[in-house]
């Protein structure tokens, strides 16, 4: 098969990781006979420097020309990066919310599981996490308080600011099908998270949702007001499969669950369209404190990349050959600095992907033996 794949390197750990998965895509094709072509795309700072504006028409003009893109991170330190003298519709995090709206890219995927392997790590009691947890957020990804009208002026002598949270039904329900289809193959529970109890948008996302629903009696659907929510995520996170929410709510709780796995730099996650486009990047953020230091964990970029070739390409084996050699490694003891733990081995960002590379070659081996 031919992969036209775009490759987003972005800034901070992101050029790092994305090699790492890079190498571990040509493997894959390799190994089970595909075809990669990559497309480079500046994004973030990475195109200011180059352009002056985080996003050109031309990276929106490659990016849909693509089957998919594979993204490691945008952004850099807020206090020292010369990015964040510029006005905030120039700045890196502008030119990652133009990509999604341009792409259209509604339906974000987080995933929250907590590893085996990786328990020593996790923040909670054993008590809460014994049996382990495995949710998925699904956020809203393209409408909310992130694109609606927003300015800073003078109001009676006083500096006011406003942000404006506009919902339209249709962009509730199409999310809103995402999550149950997506629940249909997980443990059929759907918890709708909202703040019914104030916002109008909220009681429409309610309303819309229970329409939705119907089509779905397979699945079960609660409601769940947001505060509660970030409470009984770290309170009971084993209650939750499938959790859809709205676009800031999404950002908060999203975080919220991938720090009590312990382990965000193995998360990955993909944000989709209608069709079978969508970008997949790791959970993690572009950690400018640790770039270019070789210490990165590259797993959840990788594994991202499986993600891709799985949602984009049904390539269901290839995604399982990656997730296998994965765990693999860890299984094997190796570790980055993140998830280190006593008595394993800490490697680095490229000794990582070599590891997992290995794997994959192994499964060549083995299935020629
Ligand atoms: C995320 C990030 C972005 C967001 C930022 C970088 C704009 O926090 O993907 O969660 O808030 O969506
Ligand atoms: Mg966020």
Same mark, same amino acid.
């Given at each position: 098969m031919k992969l036209h794949i775009g490759i987003i390197r972005g800034d901070g750990i992101g050029p790092e990781i994305v090699a790492e998965a890079v190498k571990v895509l040509e493997i894959i094709g390799t190994v089970f006979g595909h075809e990669l072509q990559y497309e480079e795309l500046l994004l973030g700072g990475a195109s200011i420097d180059a352009y002056g504006i985080p996003l050109t028409e031309e990276t929106v003009h490659c990016a849909k020309q693509c089957d998919a893109l594979l993204m490691g991170s945008i952004g850099g330190n807020a206090k020292t990066s010369p990015w964040y003298k510029l006005e905030p519709s120039k700045r890196p995090e502008a030119g990652l919310l133009g990509i999604r709206k341009a792409l259209n890219l509604f339906a974000n995927l987080r995933p929250a599981v907590l590893y085996g392997e990786l328990k020593e790590a996790c923040p909670l009691k054993e008590e809460i996490t014994a049996g382990g947890f495995d949710l998925m957020i699904m956020r809203e990804l393209t409408g909310g308080l992130y694109f609606g009208a927003r300015a800073t002026q003078m109001e009676d002598g006083e500096l006011t600011a406003h942000d404006t949270l506009t919902y339209h039904a249709y962009e509730i329900r199409r999310i809103a099908h995402r999550a149950f289809e997506v629940a249909q193959k997980r443990r059929k529970k759907v918890t709708s998270v909202d703040k019914a109890n104030v916002l109008d948008s909220s009681r429409l996302w309610r309303n819309i949702v229970e329409e939705v629903a119907v089509a779905y009696p397979d699945v079960t659907l609660e409601h769940m007001l947001v505060d509660n929510c970030a409470m009984q995520l770290v309170k009971d996170p084993k209650q939750f499969d499938v959790i859809l929410t709205e676009n800031m709510f999404g950002d908060i709780l999203s975080d919220e669950a991938s720090m009590i796995t312990g382990s965000i730099g193995m998360l990955a996650s993909a944000s989709l369209n209608e069709t079978k486009f969508g970008l997949y990047e790791p959970s993690g953020g572009s950690a400018p404190d640790i770039a /270019?230091? /070789?210490?990165?964990?590259p797993i959840a970029t990788i594994l991202s990349a499986a993600l891709m070739l799985r $949602?984009? $390409?049904?390539?269901d084996r290839e995604a399982a050959a990656i997730e296998h050699a994965v765990e693999r490694v860890l299984q094997k003891g190796y570790r980055t600095i993140d998830i280190m733990s006593e008595g394993k081995e800490q490697v680095s960002t490229r000794k990582m992907g070599d590891l997992i590379c290995d794997e994959i070659s192994q499964i060549r081996q083995q299935s020629f033996e």
């Open positions: /270019g230091k /070789g210490i990165a964990n $949602f984009s $390409f049904d390539l």
